[in-house]
């Protein structure tokens, strides 16, 4: 008798601190819950947010809100993000702009500071990466291309989305171990950079397989070298940096979910296994693969190390450069 009593006061005892835990606000989640999205809508990060967030709330049981905060090369959005309470209800999908490189370049401009405002929680994706060049450019890999640079220095010329976001960053971190320098021609986003290289306004361009690819297969563009560390599906016969005689070199540009610091480690939990799992579903790898992404998924501390190496890569490039955008 007395272990029924035990048992039925045990079952009491559990059930009492469930119906307080949901009384007292700790079910997560109980409301719709902000993606922000540090871009314009119809990016290749508005495209991610977008796709995982309505597998994500399908996973999670509340509305995911896509919300467009551009500005800053990603700065206002992180911004917002960093001063949202901590309660697991803003994210942000954010990328290596906002996280490893503004504060470097803005650090009194810039009120955040990713180690210290945010908590990682699981990075997203890659972004498919390479050096393209003219159709009439006279090298078809990326040993011609290192000669012809050598053999007119500054002469040719390289387009980039953004100065100095990350790709512009990259490419002079190659540029100087190649021992090489070329002239920077920037664009206000991958679109205009490639039309402008297919138009033989550029000789290269550095960016997104996405963008290149209509290009490509309409003659007007030939790939040179990806900047991952393997060859992109979507354009199998390009080899990488790595491959070419450069070993060890890899660049990917990435976005990934953050939340503000202080958020608790069950609803980071949470919402770690609701993009790990968005990730993988048929969906989410369809429009990522069709669109020169691809699909990781983190631990929160996995993703942490690369917000940090990228963090480091890119201030040394920046330290070099003199850049400062104060």
Known sequence: MKNGTHRLAAGLFAGLFLLMSN??????????IKLIVPYAPG????????????????????PILVENRPGNVGAVAADFTAKSAPDGYTLCMCTDGPLSITPTLQPTAV????ARDFMPVSLVNLVELGLFARAGLP????????????????????????VPGP?????EAFMQRAGVKMLNVPYKGDGPAIVALA??????????????LPMIQAGRVKGIAMTGMARSKLAPNVATVNESGYLGFEHNAWAGVVVPAGTSPSIINQLRNAVVLAIKEPAVIKTFES???????????????VIEQDTVKFA??????NLKLD
């Open 23 to 32: 009384v007292s606000g700790q079910t997560y989640p109980d409301k719709p």
């Open 43 to 62: 990016g290749a990060t508005d495209l991610v947010a977008r796709a995982v967030g309505r597998e994500m709330s399908r996973i999670l049981g509340q």
């Open 111 to 114: 009120t955040y500071r990713t």
């Open 139 to 162: 090298a078809s890999n990326l040993a011609e291309v290192v000669a012809a640079a050598k053999a007119a220095p500054g002469k040719l010329t390289y387009a980039t989305a953004s």
């Open 167 to 171: 790709n512009f960053l990259a490419f």
């Open 199 to 212: 138009g033989g306004e550029v000789d290269l361009f550095v960016g997104g397989i996405q963008s290149a």
């Open 291 to 305: 669109n020169g992404l691809v699909g990781v998924g983190s631990t929160p501390e996995e993703f942490r190390k």
């Open 316 to 321: 040394e490039v920046i330290k070099r450069l």
